[in-house]
């Protein structure tokens, strides 16, 4: 695709918040990805009426600009939590995983920018890249920080300015088993926070819809 090439949405700042109807149990698995201008697996920005329960497994993302997003902006309320993400292999890729609240297209001027999107629980695990340029940038929002953002067993290989593969702000979680090593932020023991990372105990599998 030139852009995303699977991506959930959820509707749009005020509207999608309106109309609340989120995207949910939802299972994608067993494709092969590519985007030259996006990602080749994305979550939002439009995702005011909430994504969650979401499992992405057995793909394969390459020659693309992002492997995975996370998208969202101040206005669009909503929330992406409890997703999974395992057993993706990379290749070719600028950015391996990126999470941003600073996504700022509106449809119009009527949106609130009090309404802040809440991102949570998000679990990337038994993920491989090759030639990545950036491991990964995650950019929450001060005022909405991204929280129990979890790492598990993750390898990249990165093919330019290997002393800062991970860029992050606003954001909390943990890690165990990732290179190159992630940043402060993501550097909690993951021992001591399983307990909120997404895992498919908390949602049985027979529960997702699968795409």
């Keep these: 695709m030139g852009h995303d ?6 509707g749009w700042d005020e509207y999608g918040i309106s109309y609340d109807k989120p ?16 990602a080749g697996m994305a979550f939002g920005s439009e995702m005011s009426g909430g994504i969650s329960n ?4 057995h793909v394969y993302l390459h020659d693309s600009l992002l492997g995975i997003e996370l998208k969202t902006a101040r206005g ?5 939590k409890d997703i999974l993400v395992t057993d ?10 990126e999470a941003t609240g600073h996504c700022d297209s509106h449809p119009d001027e009527k949106f609130d920018p009090s309404a802040l999107p809440v991102v949570s629980g998000i679990t990337f695990e038994d993920i491989v890249g090759t030639n990545v340029s950036i491991a990964g940038n995650f950019t929450g929002l001060s ?3 991204f929280t129990s953002i979890c790492l598990s067993n993750i390898t990249f290989s990165i093919s330019s300015n290997p002393f800062t593969p991970w860029l992050c702000s606003d954001i909390s979680g943990s890690s165990q088993n990732v290179s190159p090593e992630p940043c402060p932020e993501l550097e909690s023991s993951f ?3 399983t307990s909120t990372c997404f895992t498919l105990l908390h ?3 027979s529960q997702v819809a699968v795409l």
Aim: net charge positive; glycine share 10%; no cysteine.
């Design 88 to 97: 993706v292999v990379m290749a070719n890729v600028q950015v391996g995983i």
């Design 191 to 193: 021992s001591s926070t």
């Design 143 to 145: 005022e909405s920080p």
């Design 76 to 80: 669009r309320g909503g929330y992406i």
């Design 5 to 10: 090439a699977v991506v959930l949405k959820s």
């Design 54 to 57: 979401v499992l992405v497994e």
């Design 203 to 205: 949602h049985p599998y």
């Design 23 to 38: 995207t949910s149990n939802v299972h994608v698995r067993g494709v092969r990805l590519q985007s030259f201008a996006g």
